[in-house]
């Protein structure tokens, strides 16, 4: 039996004693003896507490049945995260070797072409020094200044002093974006050990869009509007990585799948996050398909896709609603119109301890 079926199965057990138990104390109330002189006032009362602490034991029995499912539960929750992470980082490896293979190869063709560079540097320079040298004996034969002359034109120097500083300037570059991504899957894969940290959201937003840059680059456009004003968020780094993730892969597909079914030009992902009161909210909108009617109320259901097997399993959006809604006191929610596109909005309290002991 799955973990939550084994818990929907105590909880039922459980609502079944409670009415067992209403109903023997109905019964009891309703004994002929009740009040009965023959039956001292004492004993009545023993037999109702005798009852009592029987079926007491048996709901703290039931209870405790129920409080293991429960941290078996969350043991099996705990473990989807850890394995939907894996698998997100294996999905997305293709596409961030990718990403760090083109800075790479210019920066290999950029080297190529230093190397020859400088060969040719030397064959000027060369030309140069037996001028200057032949020029300080005071044996400056035109012979020579002719043949250096033509050494200068074949090493083409006016074109190496313009393009050397750029190959170097485009290979920094390339570097730079290559450290940039690694730093990026080093952030994103870094776990936090389970314990809230206070995090810039805006930094934890630009790491997860870096990571992901293979998934929507050739679809859309992905623009941030963030406020200036945001504090750092007490939150599980990792996890809420893993919700912007999901978010924005989502958003990704659903314009990748507007556009298969004709929609001209490319999407706009727009990540953009507001410093409201004591929350903090953030939102992923698209320009994609947009979720039909007859599907909204279930994308947040476990293994509920409607993507071809190989592209979805269904376990983003549920793993997004566990860890805002359960793990950071959070609320996830969207809206939705076909054909115009979605927005996915999360709000965050900026102090978790005082929503957690709030009333609703
Ligand atoms: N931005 C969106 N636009 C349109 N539909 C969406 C969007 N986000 C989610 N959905 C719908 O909700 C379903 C469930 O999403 P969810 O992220 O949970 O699973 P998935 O993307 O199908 O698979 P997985 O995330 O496990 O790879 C999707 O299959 C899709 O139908
Ligand atoms: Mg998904």
């Known amino acids: 039996m799955r973990d939550e079926d084994r818990a929907f199965e105590l909880e039922r057990q459980l609502a079944a004693r409670d009415k067992t138990i209403a109903v023997l104390t109905e019964r009891l109330e309703d004994q002929p003896w009740r009040g009965s002189p023959s039956l001292p006032v004492l004993e009545q009362n023993l037999a109702l507490e005798r009852v009592v602490v029987e079926k007491t034991e048996v709901i703290e029995a039931q209870r405790a ?38 800075p790479v190869q210019y920066v290999t063709d950029n080297t190529v072409f230093l190397g020859k560079a ?45 393009q050397v500083p750029r190959a170097i300037a485009q290979s920094l570059e390339g570097l730079e974006r290559v450290t940039h991504i690694v730093r990026a899957m080093k952030e994103f894969s870094h776990p936090s050990a389970g314990k ?47 919700v912007f993730l999901n978010l924005i892969v989502n958003a990704a597909h659903a314009i990748a799948e507007a556009i298969e079914q ?13 410093h409201i009161g004591d929350r903090a909210e953030i939102s992923v909108s698209d320009t994609g398909t947009g979720i039909p009617e007859q599907v ?13 097997v190989g592209r979805g399993t269904g376990q983003g959006l549920t793993i997004a609603y566990s ?25 965050l309290p900026l102090h978790p301890e005082d929503a957690e002991g709030r009333p609703g």
Request: charge should be negative; charged fraction near 25%; aromatic fraction near 6%.
């Open 296 to 308: 909204k109320d279930r994308i947040f259901e476990p293994f509920f896709t409607t993507k071809p």
């Open 196 to 242: 809230k940290e206070l995090v810039d959201l805006h930094e934890a937003i630009a790491t997860t869009s870096t990571i992901a840059r293979n998934e929507w680059k050739y679809v859309a456009d992905l623009e941030t509007d963030f406020a200036p004003d945001m504090p750092l968020v007490p939150c599980l780094r990792d996890q809420l990585n893993q």
């Open 323 to 347: 860890v805002v809604v359960e793990k950071h006191s959070g609320t996830i929610d969207f809206e939705s119109e076909v054909g115009q596109g979605t927005t996915f909005r999360i709000v």
């Open 65 to 102: 049945k129920l409080a293991a499912a429960l941290a078996d539960l969350q043991r099996t929750q705990a473990q989807l995260l850890h394995t939907q992470k894996l698998e997100a980082i294996g999905q997305l490896a293709s596409g961030i070797a990718h990403e760090i293979n083109t």
């Open 118 to 162: 400088m060969a040719r540097l030397q064959e000027a320079l060369a030309a140069y020094r037996s001028v200057f040298e032949a020029a300080q004996t005071g044996a400056l034969a035109p012979e020579l200044l002719r043949e250096a002359d033509a050494a200068l034109k074949r090493s083409q120097l006016g074109y190496l002093l313009e």
């Open 262 to 274: 004709g929609k001209p030009a490319k999407g706009v992902i727009t990540v953009r996050t507001r």
